[in-house]
């Protein structure tokens, strides 16, 4: 599922291929698919978004 890009042709995705309930976060470059977070809760802790 595509939740954004960072400029054309660059998206980011939720890869629920390897898990229905934690999908990894996937960013989308030149030479492939590249793993940002294993999941959503860390890709918000990556970028400061969680409370507390």
Same mark, same amino acid.
């Given at each position: 599922? +595509?939740?954004?890009? +960072?400029? =054309? %042709?660059? *998206?980011? *995705? +939720? %890869?629920?291929? @390897?898990? &229905? %309930?934690? =999908? &990894?976060?996937?960013? *989308? &470059? =030149? !030479? /492939?698919?590249?793993?940002?977070?294993? %999941?959503? #809760? #860390? +890709? #918000?802790? @990556? @970028? /400061? @978004? !969680? *409370?507390?």
């Amino acid at each position: 599922m +595509l939740i954004g890009d +960072l400029f =054309p %042709d660059s *998206a980011i *995705a +939720l %890869d629920y291929r @390897l898990s &229905r %309930d934690r =999908p &990894r976060v996937i960013h *989308a &470059r =030149p !030479q /492939g698919w590249h793993v940002v977070a294993a %999941d959503f #809760e #860390e +890709l #918000e802790r @990556l @970028l /400061g @978004l !969680q *409370a507390g």
